[in-house]
């Protein structure tokens, strides 16, 4: 309830505002209705005082209700606008790992269905206020009317109240369980459409995707929903039946009674008929109740996990990027990977690495070695298990991988495209743009304005070109790029490997290629290959490999010297 409660805190003025002036909207209303039951019961007489009575409280209960709703409805959209920017910035402040764990889906449901279910309860506020104060007033005079008529009424609305709760309980787990499966629903439907394609070349896998994901799962959400609103429609029903109970006791029963006067009995009947709406709308809002609740657990449960793990992070501050950099070590770091319900895990390192501006490096191995992990923890954005990364002989820590993090420009295998140039800046911009999709052969087919793209729907070849020119413009010290020139034609791997590789290394940059391409190899300053998780292979060829590369004094401490280890490095290359 973390949340909700500094929400509350936040608005507690407008709440209580909105609140006080339901309750009147609430009490005119009942107010009206013991003037209607006096006005009949009296005889119909017509009085100035009476009249302006009348129109003074219709005034007050019409404006007051307008009130409240304006000034709750205002609450709920800034309640719906806050928990999506918390929620945002909480995502955006998490660590990677812990972002994937979650998964796409989990992340989606919270931010679109359960804020959704949290901000229904906020619009029905004006309702709910205006209604409880109704029943309430209502109630009051039932009780000057009549208290001994007015518990019974307590006892009819307490067996009712009673038997809708557990039945709304009941209906509630179902609710609960339906919730569930809608993340289920929603994995499906992101393997829709990013496997369409695989779905569309294999009929009998698109039938058992549709079959045994799609339907299984969406006939389990149906079920759930049905028995969950069920119970509700249930215990609506056992509420109208008290009330028809009620009823027919003060039409047949009670006129018998001698000690119950004609007024009281009519005043009883208008007030019972007028409080059916509201103590009706009361109870049907419970559904809406019972799923912001569930909603609120989830979007707790989430923001808790994640403000544990990211901590606090200013992401509106821009920390200075070190441009000034020398050297950048990666010692003993390792990371792992565990899977739920099996023993053993796959083990990146420890790993020694050492990087300084104007080399380029590439990282070679299979699939499955660790590239692209070892890159995430180079770049920070995941978290070393053990070892450290040192920036110029100091340690990255918590409180200063934000401002480490910034010195990367990372186009992964995996990477998205914006269609704007979020935080790059400059007079020139257009025209520094329109200069590099000439050269990347995108002119023809983009177009820029005000930093926006004309679109970003090409090819996967053209979205990485894209993606090049954006790393381009950010000009940060140190380049990473995860098989970039994988699907490119021959023309822009050359390009890619002859030309912009090379200029990057005369502006002093750093580069980090993850690449199969076995023809470019001779081109890297050093060469490093992984193998399971462990580095196998180093060379130095800014020597035509004949000189064996050396990490660092503390590096070879680590690794230890043994006899043969040079004729080992010598024959780096030869399984190329």
């Not at 920036?391 to 995996?414: H, M, P, W």
């Amino acid at each position: 309830m973390r949340l909700i409660y500094s929400l509350v805190r936040r608005f507690r003025g407008t709440i209580i505002l909105a609140t006080l002036v339901g309750f009147i909207s609430g009490a005119s209303g009942a107010a009206l209705i013991a003037l209607i039951n006096a006005q009949l019961t009296a005889g119909l007489s017509h009085g100035m005082t009476l009249v302006w009575n009348y129109v003074a409280l219709a005034a007050v209960a019409l404006i007051s209700n307008i009130m409240s709703q304006l000034l709750l409805t205002k609450l709920a959209q800034e309640t719906s606008f806050n928990l999506k920017v918390q929620l945002s910035r909480e995502i955006l402040s998490a660590p990677l790992r812990r972002l994937e764990d979650l998964g796409p889906p989990r992340l989606m449901a919270i931010l679109t269905e359960d804020i959704a279910a949290i901000i229904a309860v906020f619009l029905g506020l004006p309702t709910l206020c205006i209604n409880l104060a109704t029943l309430l007033a209502c109630l009051a005079y039932l009780g000057w009317l009549s208290s001994t008529m007015l518990a019974g009424v307590a006892l009819f609305l307490l067996a009712g109240v009673s038997m809708r709760y557990l039945l709304a309980a009941r209906g509630l787990r179902s609710l609960k369980l339906a919730r569930e499966e809608s993340n289920h629903l929603l994995k499906h439907y992101r393997a829709m459409t990013e496997g369409s394609k695989e779905l569309k070349l294999h009929n009998r896998r698109r039938a058992a995707f549709l079959n045994e994901e799609v339907r299984g799962t969406a006939r389990t959400l149906r079920n759930h929903n049905l028995t969950g609103l069920a119970f509700y429609t249930l215990a609506e029903g056992w509420s109208k039946l008290l009330f028809y109970i009620f009823f027919g006791i003060i039409l047949f029963v009670l006129p018998s009674m001698r000690t119950i006067d004609t007024q009281t009995l009519t005043g009883y009947t208008l007030m019972v008929l007028y409080i059916m709406g509201p103590l009706g709308s009361l109870l049907n809002f419970l559904p809406t109740i019972g799923r912001a609740r569930i909603a609120l657990r989830q979007v707790e449960g989430l923001s808790q996990s994640l403000t544990v793990e990211c901590g606090q992070t200013d992401l509106e501050r821009a920390p200075a990027v070190d441009n000034g950099w020398k050297r950048l070590q990666i010692v003993g770091v390792t990371h792992s990977y565990r899977q739920s319900g099996e023993d053993n895990s796959f083990i990146l390192g420890p790993i020694d690495l050492q990087f300084q501006p104007g080399e380029i490096v590439y990282l070679v191995g299979g699939n499955g070695s660790g590239k692209t992990t070892l890159a995430k923890l180079l770049t920070g954005l995941y978290a070393p298990e053990s070892g450290e990364i040192r920036l110029n002989g100091r340690i990255v820590t918590d409180e200063s991988k934000e401002s480490y993090r910034q010195l990367f420009s990372v186009i992964f295998a995996d990477f998205y495209l914006f269609d704007r140039l979020l935080g790059i800046d400059g007079t020139d911009l257009d025209q520094r743009v329109a200069s590099l999709l000439k050269k990347l052969r995108l002119d023809h087919q983009i177009t820029v304005g005000n930093g926006v793209f004309s679109r970003v729907d090409l090819s996967l070849g053209q979205r990485k070109r894209l993606a090049l020119l954006t790393a381009y413009l950010e000009d940060r010290p140190f380049y990473v790029f995860d098989e970039w020139a994988a699907g490119q034609d021959p023309e822009f791997r050359d390009l890619f490997y002859l030309q912009l590789l090379p200029e990057l290394k005369n502006r002093g940059k750093a580069i980090l290629v993850i690449t199969h391409d076995e023809k470019y190899f001779h081109l890297a300053d050093r060469l490093i290959k992984l193998d399971c998780g462990r580095i196998t292979e180093f060379t130095d060829l800014s020597f035509n490999g004949k000189t064996p590369f050396r990490l660092s004094t503390l590096t070879e401490e680590r690794l230890g010297e043994s006899p043969g280890k040079e004729a080992t490095y010598e024959q780096q290359l030869v399984t190329y």
